[in-house]
């Protein structure tokens, strides 16, 4: 079920996609999430919303990155995701959005259930 999440501090949705998630995978503040992401572009040279910057973060921290598999490219969607994932943290990445999903619930600021994910990132328990 999707969940409304935008920690944002103004409350806007400004392409903070990324740090959203990172923010509520890690349970930190949008800040501190922004901050790290950043300083990893600016020690990388690359941009905060690479997928190879802030997904940096997430393997720092204990994840692992998944490819899913391509079987029906156009009809799994996110929220079929949390149907088969009822346990556990992940950050799901579509190519131009990333969602954090706690649970079988997605958090996000808007309803993006019916985006396909291509990866995920998660965390061994």
Do not use: Q
Not at 25 to 43: H, K, M, P, R
Not at 70 to 79: D, E, F, G, M, R
Request: proline fraction near 6%; glycine fraction near 8%; charged fraction near 25%.
């Amino acid at each position: 079920m999707w969940i409304h999440y935008n920690p944002n501090p103004t409350g806007r949705s400004v392409d903070d996609c990324a740090i959203r998630a990172v923010s509520k995978a890690l349970d930190i503040e949008w800040e501190d999430a922004y901050v790290e992401i950043c300083s990893n572009g600016l020690a990388m040279g690359d941009m905060p919303h690479a997928d190879s910057v802030w997904g940096s973060v997430l393997r720092g921290r204990g994840f692992y990155r998944k490819t899913i598999p391509n079987l029906c490219p156009n009809c799994y969607t996110i929220s079929d995701f949390c149907r088969d994932n009822p346990k556990g943290i992940f950050v799901l990445g579509t190519g131009t959005h990333v969602v954090c999903v706690i649970d079988g619930d997605w958090y996000d600021s808007w309803d993006s259930g019916r985006e396909i994910p291509m990866y995920t990132w998660y965390r061994k328990e």
